[in-house]
């Protein structure tokens, strides 16, 4: 069966970095399209970044040039490198396979991670 593990979240004072990864299996994870959420108390579930098979990506415009989501193939794993980090970034970050909806020409998130906890306080 699909398994998304997350690992990497923690405390950090503000401005500073820290790296999630997300380690997949019982999917060909080349493949697949992979993106990474974040849920803040009292929010919704928002998406923060998505990258395709072929290396694209897209991001929130909230983390536009602070995070990062490369990708490893050869170990079925894909990170998100987050800098720069505020508070308003304090949340549980999900890992997501996407898939792509042709006739909403959208992509939804259809497995997820059990999520990770990073709060962004001093």
């Known amino acids: 069966q699909v398994q998304l593990v997350e690992s990497g979240g923690g405390l950090v004072q503000p401005g500073g970095s820290l790296r999630l990864s997300c380690a997949a299996s019982?999917?060909?994870?080349?493949?697949?399209?992979m993106g990474w959420y974040r849920q803040a108390p009292g929010k919704e579930r928002e998406l923060v970044a998505r990258?395709?098979?072929?290396?694209?990506?897209n991001y929130a415009d909230s983390v536009q040039g602070r995070f990062t989501i490369p990708r490893d193939n050869a170990k079925n794993t894909v990170y998100l490198q987050m800098n720069s980090l505020k508070p308003e970034d304090t949340a549980v970050y999900y890992c997501s396979r996407e898939m792509y909806n042709g006739g909403s020409r959208s992509y939804y998130a259809d497995y997820w991670g059990q999520g990770t906890q990073v709060t962004v306080s001093s």
């Open positions: 990258i395709s098979s072929g290396g694209y990506t």
């Open positions: 019982g999917i060909i994870f080349s493949s697949n399209v």
